[in-house]
């Protein structure tokens, strides 16, 4: 298949170094990413290990299928490029947060739009370098639950790149489960400041992520999304399958960047406000990693 990774960050990096040894792969990024793998090749250490050589350089040819992987707060900006650029063409997101699939629908079409989460860890070491720090299910599915050529296609795709894979009827509920993921990890990791794995080392924090999970439960429901506590075992086995991976919102705050947790807690907390519904636990992390992003840290 022909895939475009756009917004070859970390995860998407090494979702295109993957891709790249059994498919045509075009990757699109920061200039000074694009610029070292164009001079050395992609290099990824930890789990996986290797150089890899994805394109860099769009021929003009028609690919089948976007994988967005920027930033959430991107996605407006990314999907507007896509269409300018590309054309209407089907678009994977592999995305944090809840909205995406529906800024898809919106900007490129609903028959465009293909729901997608993974649980891989990965860090950006600097430009042309990242690492795998984790191994996770990925699962992808149509927005209307139909099991098509092209998701099939897709899954094949990864599974044959060894990106464990699986289809689900019923995305939009495993989006919502890896959004109730995120906002666990990378809410606490954030303010811990810490790594995936060290948040089941204490009573308290582990305890704290219950709480935060069964809040989202109630929220989720009152959606229509029926997540059950089957998420807080999920939760805990992702935090210990990615143990030494930073966070996300970890690695932005750590660079002095701009965080996803208005579309990651923020987002929970305006759909728990919509249902009066109050989310205190992740109104807090909300904001305190909102007020991270502006103060000025001693040392």
């Given amino acids: 298949m022909k895939f475009?990774?756009?917004?070859a960050g970390a995860i998407g990096s090494l979702f295109g170094a993957?891709?790249?040894?059994?498919?045509d792969v075009l990757l699109v990024g920061r200039k000074e990413h694009i610029e070292a793998i164009e001079r050395e090749g992609l290099k990824i250490e930890g789990i996986t290990k290797g150089i890899f050589h994805p394109k860099t350089k769009w021929d003009g040819s028609r690919y089948d299928v976007v994988i967005l992987t920027t930033k959430a707060y991107d996605t407006k900006k990314a999907l507007e490029e896509i269409l300018h650029k590309f054309g209407k063409i089907?678009?994977?997101?592999?995305?944090n947060?809840?909205?995406n699939e529906e800024m898809i629908t919106e900007i490129?079409?609903?028959e465009y739009a293909i729901g997608g989460i993974t649980s891989h860890g990965a860090t950006f070491l600097r430009a042309g370098k990242i690492l795998h720090a984790g191994t996770g299910e990925t699962v992808i599915g149509e927005l209307n639950g139909r099991i098509t050529e092209r998701i099939e296609e897709i899954e094949e795709a990864f599974n044959t790149c060894g990106i464990d894979t699986r289809i689900s009827t019923d995305i939009?509920?495993?989006?919502?489960?890896?959004?109730?993921v995120n906002v666990v990890i990378n809410g606490l990791t954030s303010l811990l400041r810490c790594k995936n794995g060290e948040l089941l080392k204490s009573r308290h924090a582990e305890e704290t992520m219950e709480k935060i999970c069964t809040e989202c439960i109630e929220i989720a429901r009152a959606e229509g999304i029926g997540i059950g506590e089957e998420i807080i075992d999920k939760t805990k086995e992702v935090?210990?399958?990615?143990?030494?991976?930073?966070s996300s919102m970890l690695q932005d705050i750590m660079k002095g960047k701009k965080t996803e947790v208005e579309e990651i807690n923020g987002e929970i907390v305006r759909i728990a406000k919509k249902h009066g519904i109050n989310?205190?636990?992740n109104e807090f992390l909300f904001k305190m990693i909102k007020a991270m992003e502006n103060v000025r840290h001693l040392g």
């Fill in 4 to 7: 475009i990774i756009f917004g």
């Fill in 18 to 23: 993957l891709l790249s040894t059994k498919n």
């Fill in 90 to 95: 089907p678009v994977l997101s592999l995305q």
């Fill in 97 to 99: 947060g809840l909205k």
């Fill in 108 to 110: 490129i079409g609903e």
């Fill in 172 to 180: 939009k509920k495993e989006i919502w489960k890896k959004a109730v």
């Fill in 239 to 246: 935090a210990k399958n990615t143990a030494e991976n930073i």
């Fill in 279 to 281: 989310a205190c636990i």
